[in-house]
């Protein structure tokens, strides 16, 4: 049986994406927690009521529910669609090539990048308050015009609206903070098992102890970036009110770029390794931080005589613009760094995924989004102010109602945006159509495979279940469209040039085409449309986040972003979602560690859970190990997280998760399964096994879905296609279950006769 004397043989099954429920991991109505809590707890069936669905004989089953980590919460699903720019900034550093950085270069330009995405939010909020509505609106009669909430400010001098309507984007910092650390404090501070590395982000392997827990790095990164938040918001206020008398004013505003000049130098620097150092430099820069933002504010209060000059808040345009330069130049650098790395990494032959430019191409995400959704938000606000006009310059509004003009930056990245969202449905529908008839002959050779006898009346059903190959082998032809994105938001670069001299589209069609005036028009309509086509998806972005407030389903629909962003540690932007995986991959290693105790484990993975379960054995010590086996079914970890994630799930990482488990691993795939696939044995591609060992091979078990194409005489309809779940259904998963349950029982004895 291969039972542990003195205990019970466990089969530990881990789900995937979307927080299924526990009744559905274990396949039975009437479940009971036994251990962990409403976040994220391991469920059994009642005594009494039967086995689980899919047991196998002497096997208690066991089921890990962690999906409450990511979609429990009504608000902080809703709230966190706020953060998507910082975790995909989070995400970048964890798609490099390599694990390996030599200087720590390609580290600090991904958390330089992410700067920018905290200065960008900061300023999306000036431009609202400070500059639409202090500086653009208020000083104008008709503007404010039957609107009490806005016309009580025109009583207030300059100086003083200005500081009182800067504390709403100090406000809006300090939120996006709380929605991080509130979600946090709901499940990590699982203290590692040993001595924490530097940072994560240095640690070459996720087996090194303390991986998973990034306290020390976020507390660190997070007041890096208030100090940039507010030395942004205090240099934009000291610029609109200093002018030109009196040296406190620029004083201070040299003060308030020398902190973001420091908050971007520690940036370039990685964690301090001390954490009594770490907190004294918390300390110190929170303090500075503090003590500036005072002053600053309590200045443009007392200042009286600032002039007001018609158009943007002075200073204010240049600050988009530059800051668009410089997330520009970032960009450039980590694809230049990132290919370099990845070409001196790429064995010989190989073609990396992404042309291994995930790095980069993430971060142009991330910016992408985030100016989705900074434009989305100033372009909105303008449009109520001016009361459904868009002005641009050559629509101007009259001089009664204000300029209310969103900066230069905005407009070309409202017609970016329109440029990329076309260009990405060209590449999508070019990549489908010339690789169909790749991924049909690929159909076609499984069919002839797994049904060489298929009668004629079952030729529709054979037909339908080719066509469902086909296109679940979509997933490895989205690389093109992918790289299409990235091409086109690097020439989106060549836009700076404008963009710093203030020359937005309407204006560059007027001076550089030659029917000025009509190609002006068409350049504002076609700006026009960029505006509101972005503006739709970010309001869509916001609905699904209501919605994920009132649904259930909803929200596990917006817990399937979560599930696959926040995996990873925040090592760039301490404002990203929190890592879900500092408390799963701790707490799955001691209740494992706790069963092993009483007899072998089967841990068995689902999907995204077979990373989870990857990651955990990796962590267990080999006192463990050694009465531990794993089952993986419908998993992505060769299929997607080894090709996005090379550094720390590729190749050699599976390696060495097999030879951990001396190889009592099998992993169940369908050909049919658009997320799922093999491990090791991509024979039906051409290429041969990896590890250098046989025990590869066999771990890699491909079911033949469906089990045939014909009506079985006791049914009334052929059996099903079940592409990505249920797998625990199958013949063949109570057959790996026993297989490894043998195996872990001579593993074990082994070990015992071993010993001394």
């Known amino acids: 049986m291969g039972t542990a004397p003195d205990g019970e043989t466990v089969e530990l099954r881990v789900h995937g994406v979307s927080g299924a429920a526990a009744e559905v991991i274990l396949d039975h109505p009437i479940v009971v927690r036994v251990a962990g809590d409403r976040h994220a707890g391991f469920y059994r069936p009642r005594p009494g009521t039967g086995a689980a669905g899919g047991a196998t004989s002497g096997v208690a089953v066991e089921a890990y529910r962690w999906g409450a980590l990511t979609a429990g919460a009504a608000v902080r699903s809703a709230l966190m669609l706020l953060l998507l720019p910082f975790m995909l900034g989070n995400l970048t550093i964890w798609l490099r090539p390599t694990s390996t950085d030599r200087y720590g270069l390609l580290g600090a330009l991904c958390r330089l990048l992410a700067g920018t995405l905290t200065a960008a939010f900061v300023l999306s909020m000036i431009g609202v308050t400070l500059n639409l509505v202090g500086w653009q609106c208020v000083p104008y009669h008709q503007c404010r015009a039957g609107r009490p909430y806005l016309s009580w400010l025109v009583a207030l001098p300059m100086g003083p609206r200005l500081a009182l309507l800067a504390l709403i984007p100090l406000l809006a910092l300090r939120v996006i903070w709380a929605i991080g650390a509130h979600s946090a404090r709901a499940f990590e501070g699982f203290t590692p098992s040993g001595p924490r590395p530097e940072h994560a982000e240095t640690a070459h392997s996720l087996s090194a102890p303390g991986f998973w827990d990034d306290e020390r790095t976020t507390a660190w990164l997070r007041q890096i970036h208030l100090g ?40 370039w620097l990685p964690t301090p390794t001390s954490g009594a150092q770490a907190r004294r430099g918390q300390r110190l820069l929170l303090a500075t931080t503090v003590v500036l933002t005072v002053l600053s504010v309590g200045y443009a209060a007392l200042t009286r005589d600032v002039q007001l000059v018609v158009g943007q808040l002075p200073g204010y345009e240049g600050t988009t613009a530059g800051l668009v330069a410089a997330q520009g130049i970032l960009l450039v650098a980590l694809a230049v760094v990132t290919f370099l790395r990845q070409r001196a990494a790429l064995p010989e032959g190989g073609r990396p995924f992404l042309r291994g430019l995930g790095t980069p191409i993430v971060a142009a995400a991330s910016v992408s989004v985030a100016a989705a959704f900074t434009a989305t938000l100033v372009f909105r606000v303008a449009d109520e102010l001016d009361r459904g006009s868009i002005p641009d310059p050559i629509r101007p509004n009259p001089p009664g109602v204000g300029p209310l003009d969103p900066p230069v930056a905005y407009w070309w990245a409202a017609l970016a945006g329109l440029a990329a969202l076309l260009i990405l449905a060209v590449s999508a529908a070019a990549t489908l159509l010339l690789s169909r008839r790749r991924r049909h002959r690929l159909a076609e050779r499984i069919i002839e495979q797994d049904y060489p006898q298929a009668p004629p009346p079952a030729a529709p059903r054979v037909s339908a279940v080719r066509k469902t190959i086909a296109r679940s082998h979509i997933t490895e032809d989205l690389g093109p469209m992918l790289i299409a994105f990235f091409v086109i938001s690097s ?189 090791f044995d991509d024979r039906h591609r051409g290429a041969p096994p990896p590890c250098g060992t046989p025990a590869a091979e066999s771990v890699d078990v491909r079911l033949r879905d469906p089990r045939d194409v014909t009506v079985d005489p006791a049914d009334t309809v052929p059996p099903p296609v079940e592409r990505h779940w249920p797998y625990h259904t199958q013949a063949e998963y109570q057959a790996a279950v026993r297989e490894l349950v043998d195996l872990t029982g001579h593993a074990q004895g082994g070990s015992a006769n071993d010993a001394p």
């Not at 259930?552 to 404002?575: C, K, Q």
């Open 228 to 267: 940039i938040g507010a030395g942004t918001l205090n240099a934009s206020l000291l610029v609109a009110v200093s002018g030109r008398h009196g040296p406190v004013g620029p004083l201070l505003f040299d003060a308030a770029v020398g902190l973001v000049g420091l908050c971007a130098a520690l940036l």
């Open 491 to 679: 020439l989106g670069l060549a836009t700076l040039v404008l963009d710093l001299f203030g020359v937005g589209p309407t204006e560059a069609a007027a001076r550089f085409t030659r029917h000025h005036s009509a190609d002006a028009l068409l350049a504002a309509y076609v700006t026009d449309a960029g505006i509101w086509i972005v503006s739709l998806l970010v309001i869509g972005l916001m609905i699904i986040g209501y919605r994920s407030y009132r649904s259930t389903e909803t929200r596990r629909l917006v817990a399937v972003l979560w599930d696959l962003g926040t995996f990873w540690p925040r090592a760039v932007h301490p404002f990203a979602p929190p890592c879900y995986a500092a408390r799963a991959v701790p707490e799955l290693a001691k209740r494992v560690a706790a069963l092993t105790a009483q007899g072998p484990v089967v841990i068995s993975g689902h999907s995204h859970g077979s990373v989870l379960t990857a990651a955990t054995i990796l962590q267990l010590p080999p006192t463990v190990l050694c009465r531990v086996a794993l089952l993986t079914h419908g998993s992505p970890l060769h299929r997607l997280y080894a090709r996005l994630y090379p550094a720390y799930l590729g190749g050699q990482t599976l390696c060495a998760l097999g030879e951990r488990l001396d190889w009592r691993w099998r992993n169940l795939w369908r050909a049919t399964d658009p997320i799922g696939g093999p491990i």
